[in-house]
């Protein structure tokens, strides 16, 4: 074990040049919210966190919503693990919630966190490993897990389990467990899956005379079905409105054309092997159309920025957006909402989701009791803190959990939990962040209007094949 990690911590510092430009992209899954429990612990100084652009050396840079720029400088209790995390996206405060339910519960080790800021995310992690200064624990999207993996940036778990005498074969289903297998190593623990879905706003649909079913989802089984209730909603609609909450560029709408692409019956956008573009484009056009529909036909209303919180406003009847959203939306004062999965406008169901892991980043001054103790919160995490986690809106990924009473009655959940069956995700790809860098940039000139959607498909099919292994 030790000469193995050793040889992945060199590799890693080898890198520590290249990686400072690397790493997420922005607008992920986790998009605001707060973390109470990162701001106490990191704020330190009332002038560290009024002050989120010039802190001085040494001194905690904290965010209002409790996110820190410079996690490297924030206090840390020695006699705790610590993690980083990008839960900012309403899903922050559960994930707090988890780590104390756990803390509670007298681990060997507890746990403090400390929350960075969404896009700096992945950048500041891969530069912390590479200079021999990561976390003890972090967070990784399945997405991105095969560049940490490829980077050296991550510990494999086999050892570290088989010595604790945990048996993860069982407690998730297949596809999670083999989105973290690499070459029959296992590098992280799945934490959930989460989706792009459809809210709705029901005190709007009613006002539209759409009917809603006893178990509050809509009738839809096809993109006409669907247009008649975006017809009936645009007619009640006033000035400030949208029919649809949805951003103008950027993720969402990029999720909107992954579903539509895959339910039109599209290919895999690259080869298993990572060394082909297998996008089917004459269909990639299609789904772009598609989409582009959505904003021309006047069912999106220009320069929406927040599309969760113009929703949360009232303003609009749908939001499309993901499992996350729930947590801020159930907080809502007076909005009265529901959800369900992706709807099936084609001509077969699919979605477009991703699902967090618990990861051990490579850490040199991590003693073999701590590593185990990381190893136990991420299997603690995941399994005893699944019904806090489930809570957010995500769907837990333990079976122990989303197989549950107790998390199939929760509102809303039995409306999506099928996600789980019709989630199409991105092929293990060392370089898949930046193929989706490439590709929303690509889209976002098609929903802006600078380009037509055969020029953004050429485009987007361009940064697919630049990045091919």
Not at 142 to 170: C, F, H, M, R, W
Not at 194 to 204: G, K, R, V
Not at 392 to 405: D, L, M, T
Request: aromatic share 10%; with cysteine; proline share 4%.
């Amino acid at each position: 074990m030790k000469r193995k990690v050793l040889a992945t911590f060199l590799t890693a510092c080898m890198a520590v040049g290249m990686l400072a430009g690397c790493g997420g992209q922005g607008g992920g899954t986790s998009d605001s919210g707060t973390s109470d429990t990162t701001a106490e612990d990191t704020a330190g100084d009332d002038a560290a966190a009024e002050d989120s652009g010039d802190a001085a050396e040494g001194e905690a840079d904290v965010n209002e919503d409790g996110t820190v720029n410079n996690p490297e400088a924030v206090k840390v209790d020695e006699n705790k693990l610590v993690v980083w995390s990008l839960f900012t996206g309403g899903d922050g405060e559960y994930f707090d919630r988890v780590i104390e339910d756990y803390n509670s519960k007298d681990p060997t080790k507890q746990v403090q966190p400390i929350m960075l800021v969404w896009d700096d995310y992945y950048t500041k992690l891969q530069t912390a490993v590479a200079a021999g200064q990561g976390p003890d624990i972090g967070i990784s999207h399945a997405s991105k897990l095969p560049e940490l993996v490829d980077q050296g940036v991550v510990e494999p778990l086999n050892d570290y389990l088989d010595e604790l005498g945990i048996d993860i074969s069982t407690m998730y289903p297949q596809a999670n467990l083999d989105a973290v297998t690499f070459d029959g190593e296992i590098y992280a623990i799945p934490f959930d899956t989460h989706a792009e879905m459809m809210w709705y706003n029901t005190d709007i649909l009613a006002k539209a005379g759409v009917e809603v079913n006893e178990d509050g989802t809509l009738n839809i089984g096809s993109w006409d079905d669907f247009k008649a209730i975006l017809d009936k909603c645009k007619a009640v609609m006033g000035d400030g409105e949208s029919v649809i909450s949805l951003t103008n560029n950027g993720d969402d709408p990029y999720r909107i054309w992954w579903a539509t692409y895959f339910q039109m019956g599209g290919t895999p956008l690259v080869s298993d092997d990572g060394t082909e573009v297998t996008m089917d484009k004459d269909i990639a056009v299609k789904a772009a159309d598609f989409v582009k529909s959505l904003y021309d036909d006047g069912y999106v209303a220009e320069g929406i920025t927040d599309h969760q919180q113009f929703f949360q406003g009232g303003k609009a009847a749908f939001y499309f957006g993901g499992t996350w959203g729930y947590g801020a939306l159930s907080q809502t004062e007076g909005l009265n909402f529901n959800g369900m999965a992706w709807p099936q406008l084609f001509d077969q169901p699919a979605s477009w989701a991703d699902s967090h892991t618990l990861i051990l980043p490579v850490n040199p001054d991590r003693n073999e009791e701590d590593t185990l103790a990381a190893v136990e919160f991420l299997v603690g995490a995941s399994n005893e803190g699944g019904m806090i986690w489930a809570e957010s809106g995500q769907i837990p990924a333990a079976k122990a959990v989303n197989e549950s009473e107790e998390f199939l009655s929760m509102p809303t959940r039995q409306n999506y939990v099928s996600t789980l069956d019709t989630a199409v995700m991105p092929t293990k790809n060392p370089h898949f962040y930046a193929m989706k860098a490439g590709m929303i940039e690509s889209l976002n000139t098609l929903w802006s209007g600078t380009a037509d959607s055969a020029t953004a498909i050429d485009s987007l099919y361009s940064e697919l094949e630049s990045n091919l292994s």
